[in-house]
């Protein structure tokens, strides 16, 4: 019994106390301590914070006498977490940055603030985006996906993190997702006019499948080289230098038909010389021949007669007694 009697009586003195710290606060401590905020938010965010925190929370504890002051409170708490944001990404604090913006957005639902939750809408995305590309130059390419993801979740049409997910999964070395988000570069960016990703996206494609052609020729991988070649076109399908290595290598695999329509389509984006025009002809007419079809080759054999190609296919043209 005794036990007992200490402890109410020790919970008896909490409530005394509390009700003393409140009963000591009154309407003029919510309205300094919301004006401290209003004035000085700008200058000093954090102070501003904490003022207005501590202006609502006596507010809350006036009731009825609190209220008018508890709503202003209220409509100013998203606008200092959003000044607090860009203090902090002035100080270059992303993450501090992010955390606040989250809270101004949260506390903009809360309290009805359209304004700023509009503000934040607009400027997380592009956060996220510095926040992956930071993750990405400390080669932490996980947690750079991971904060691109959110960009593009929020913004869907912002196309800057959908390429830097293309060169944080090349990094990771899964090709699927690459080509993946590169491909979505191209769509949104050509959807949004955005011609500068748009232009970054196929060079990159590009490059590194060729890249991976050149690997495979070294080995001599002739069926790899075709295959990196065309994924390298879906990214510049008027490269001509791509569709002659493609006629070349797909002669090296007896491909004839292949050989063929590639060839051909060299020949309609070729913009040397009449030599170079010669190889592929030569080329065709060579696959022509395979196939048996000696009417095609003798016409693209003729147009092959020309410099370092003539001796060969005036000797063709001669063998095959084309008219």
Not at 69 to 94: R, W
Not at 174 to 198: P, R, W
Not at 212 to 235: G, P, T
Not at 292 to 309: D, R
Request: charged fraction near 30%; glycine fraction near 6%; proline fraction near 2%.
């Amino acid at each position: 019994m005794r036990v007992k009697t200490v402890k109410q009586l020790f919970l008896m003195g909490i409530f005394v106390l509390g009700t003393m710290l409140v009963s000591g606060q009154n309407i003029n401590d919510a309205i300094q301590g919301y004006n401290n905020a209003a004035t000085n938010y700008k200058q000093d965010p954090e102070k501003a914070l904490q003022d207005i925190q501590s202006a609502l929370q006596i507010a809350e504890q006036l009731g009825e006498e609190g209220a008018e002051i508890k709503q202003k409170c209220e409509e100013l708490i998203p606008t200092i977490y959003f000044q607090l944001a860009m203090a902090k990404y002035k100080a270059k604090d992303l993450q501090a940055t992010l955390d606040n913006l989250e809270k101004a957005e949260e506390t903009a639902i809360k309290y009805n603030d359209g304004v700023t939750k509009t503000r934040v809408e607009k400027t997380l995305p592009r956060l996220y985006n510095t926040m992956g590309n930071t993750r990405f130059r400390e080669n932490k390419f996980d947690e750079a996906i991971a904060n691109y993801g959110k960009a593009i979740k929020l913004d869907p049409n912002f196309i800057d993190p959908y390429l830097g997910t293309a060169l944080a999964y090349e990094e990771l070395k899964n090709e699927g997702k690459m080509v993946e988000y590169l491909n979505l570069t191209i769509d949104f960016g050509s959807k949004n006019n955005d011609t500068t990703n748009v232009e970054k996206a196929k060079t990159k494609g590009k490059a590194y499948f060729l890249k991976k052609a050149d690997e495979a020729r070294n080995a001599n991988k002739l069926n790899d080289v075709v295959e990196f070649l065309d994924m390298a076109l879906k990214f510049d399908g008027d490269d001509y230098d791509i569709y002659r290595s493609m006629t070349i290598n797909y002669s090296k695999l007896e491909r004839w038909n292949d050989a063929i329509e590639y060839g051909n389509k060299a020949l309609q984006l070729v913009k040397g010389t009449a030599e170079d025009k010669a190889e592929l002809y030569f080329l065709i007419a060579t696959a022509y021949h395979k196939l048996g079809n000696i009417s095609e080759a003798c016409e693209a054999y003729k147009n092959a007669a020309f410099g370092t190609f003539k001796p060969n296919a005036d000797y063709q043209i001669q063998q095959l007694k084309c008219q």
